[in-house]
């Protein structure tokens, strides 16, 4: 309301990261009653952020577990899901080469190619942080090879060689910390240069908790997902 009236106008809410309220919940050591409060809290804290509140125009929420939230009633039980996850397909392709026809046709998967970086726009990104560095330009392909080694690692669905954008700029970012502007590199120097630069760097972002918790409830549907991802 007070956004409303100073602004003259509703405000678009967006919410990053909704799912890890409700994970947080899950993986503590509460009891089953207090468990169910917080949940309560949250599904009536959701409900009014994303329907009771009238001077939003409105909402976005983006998480990587699916939390459903369609069983709160009359509260925040309207959300449209835009999946990353495509059209199922029996073939993995480059997701630059996918024609839009082959997108679902209600819409669903219209964002697809928004997530994550493709191999042309690491390029892209490649290109203007060594145009400073002449000496270093034409080393281009041996930065892709390194980048591709460590963050094209993405595959949904029949969309396969996605990069992970948080890494590939934190790569970036070391690489022209790291770099000597003045010194003229070696190809042995420059590609000892790129592979220094390569970390876990999503890794340092958070905890991977809850996947190894299933990990250990479900050990064998785990080995079968493995299986599946690496044949």
Known sequence: ????????????LLADEYDVPFITVYQSDWSASQKQDALTVLKNLFGFMFKGDTSREKGLMAGVFPISLGDLGSGANNFYDITMVP?????????????PSELATDGSDEFTDSFGFNRSEVGALAEIVLAPYKHLYNQIEDVMWTIKQWYDGYQFDRFRGKYNPWSVCFYFKHLTKNVRPTKVYTDVEASALFKSCARSYWDETGSPGLIERQMELYPGEFCTLANELFR
């Open 1 to 12: 309301m007070l956004t409303r009236s100073h602004f003259g106008r509703r405000h678009i």
């Open 87 to 99: 059209t199922k397909q029996d073939e993995y392709v480059d997701p630059t080469s996918i024609d």
